[in-house]
């Protein structure tokens, strides 16, 4: 079946200072999946980051961005200046044409001020 | 922000006991997903529907699980005969339409413990 890896955490890093959550998948049932980044943030539910249907394209929100590597079916999340109130988890997904996701474990950030 | 709306927000059951959970999709999604996250955090598609009709569903719930999503009442989950395995973040999603372009919106969830 498809599955997602994410970088384990907590993954500590200081304000301002850069983030990086790697990601790779594998997909057994679709050849070119969609791939998303979600994320949680305390107290409230599931929303998506961003999102990259294309092979090759970047997407990018909020400061974050992600490029779709079907060579290294990689999907790495980076943000080049974090701030406190990016602490969170972030899930890695992939999706099918029926649009049923696949996640990764997530990945909790705790950003020091 | 999601308008999902997921009742109860907790849930409490017993061994072998019935456990049902609803789910009022954001007006105008005619998909509607529901997904298992475990204590370990692993998500797990259960099913999904268009309209009053099942897309996508796995094994697991065709046995003890049971969805439904008729037409102007919320869509439902049911655990006929709970275990202590199904204890997670039962989550569910809607989606303006199928396709690259849809995005999913999540509720915020209903809790069970089953004891």
């Known amino acids: ?113 | 922000n999601s308008k999902v709306i997921q009742t109860p927000r907790y849930l409490v059951k017993g061994q072998g006991q019935k456990a049902k959970m609803r789910c009022i999709p954001e007006k105008g999604h005619p998909v509607v997903f529901w997904y298992q996250q475990n204590k370990n955090n692993e998500f797990k598609f259960l099913i999904n529907f268009q309209n009053q009709e099942v897309l996508q569903q796995i094994d697991m719930t065709e046995k003890r699980f049971s969805a439904e999503c008729p037409s102007n009442s919320p869509c439902s989950l049911e655990i006929q005969s709970s275990e202590a395995g199904d204890s997670a973040l039962y989550l569910c999603a809607s989606s303006p339409g199928q396709g690259s372009y849809a995005e999913q919106f999540f509720g915020p969830g209903t809790r069970l413990t089953v004891l």
């Open chain 1, 1 to 113: 079946g498809d599955s997602v890896t994410q970088t384990e955490g907590p993954v500590t890093v200081s304000e301002s200072e850069s983030l990086i959550i790697n990601c790779t998948y594998s997909a057994t049932s679709i050849a070119y999946p969609n791939l998303f980044w979600y994320v949680r943030y305390p107290g409230e539910g599931l929303q998506l980051l961003l999102k990259v249907i294309t092979a090759g394209q970047k997407g990018s929100s909020r400061g974050f961005e992600a490029t779709y590597n079907k060579e290294t079916t990689s999907f790495h999340l980076q943000k080049a200046s974090v701030q406190e109130s990016d602490s969170a988890v972030y899930y890695c997904a992939l999706g099918d044409h029926g649009n049923k996701l696949t996640f990764g474990i997530g990945t909790r950030v705790l950003v020091r001020p």
